[in-house]
């Protein structure tokens, strides 16, 4: 029988079975810019049936460029509830629960609680370096990726392999405003949705512990593998958790 999801179940590597993870899978998808907007589409499409979004952002005209689920008549709006009016246009079948809220030290352990796998779709250090030692900690899959001008890396953290820490992110000061083009935060923000549904459909992801780097101007693609450093902060505090 012909359904919205009739395409891709044909797929050996979905099937009945691989719909019915996705359809019970529940992410996190922190931001609902540049990178959550093709995330987010793409997930709400393929029917995975639980999102919670968390971003606190009112859509300006210079999202536009890029965040391709608002129009000007959005301009002054939350976004992460006018992205949920969109998406639930989208599919209806699928529970999205918004949060109007900064992710924080605090309200990151509730915002994870019950979560299968959290896509970070941010454009600060800071949220990504909380997200992923939560991430660390509770043993949940982190996707992320990130977008700068023509360029943009995207990765996987699993408890096993390098984090986001052991990578060299960490605390600086970033210009602000970034340049973003819009195609390269589509592409990025397309190769997160593909890792994310990967794993839910109980894949190894082949960018767990590597770095991807994506060049707009040359067309290439590089993926580098980063050994867990011994010395990252996020990965220490996991394992005296974890051996308590
Ligand atoms: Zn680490």
New binding site residues.
């Given amino acids: 029988m012909e359904n919205r999801y009739s395409r891709q179940i044909l797929l050996d590597d979905i099937g009945e079975l691989g719909q019915r993870k996705l359809n019970k899978a529940k992410v996190l998808v922190i931001g609902a810019g540049g990178l959550g907007c093709p995330v987010l589409t793409y997930l709400i499409c393929a029917g995975v049936g639980n999102i919670r979004i968390v971003d606190c952002d009112i859509i300006s005209e210079s999202n536009l460029n890029r965040q391709f689920l608002y129009g000007p008549g959005d301009i002054g709006k939350e976004k992460v509830f006018t992205a949920k009016h969109y998406l639930n246009k989208q599919n209806p079948e699928v529970i999205i629960e918004a949060f109007n809220d900064r992710v924080n030290e605090d309200n990151i352990q509730r915002l994870i609680d019950g979560i299968d796998i959290v896509v970070d779709c941010v454009d600060n250090i800071t949220t990504r370096l909380i997200t992923n030692s939560a991430c ?1 900690e509770k043993n949940i899959p982190l996707v992320d990726g990130g977008v700068e001008g023509f360029y943009g890396f995207a990765t996987v953290v699993k408890r096993d392999s ?5 990578m060299g992110f960490y605390e600086g000061n970033p210009k602000e405003p970034a340049a973003v083009v819009g195609v390269t935060a589509g592409i990025i923000g397309s190769f997160e949705a593909n890792e994310c549904i990967r794993i839910l459909l109980g894949y190894k992801s082949d960018l767990e512990g590597k770095f991807l780097q994506y060049d707009g101007k040359k067309q290439t693609i590089q993926k580098v593998h980063v050994k ?2 011994p010395n ?1 902060s ?2 220490k505090r996991y394992n005296k958790l974890n051996s308590k």
Avoid: N
Wanted: aromatic fraction near 0%; charge should be negative; charged fraction near 20%.
């Fill in positions: 660390l390098a984090c986001l820490e052991c867990i450093d990252c996020a990965h």
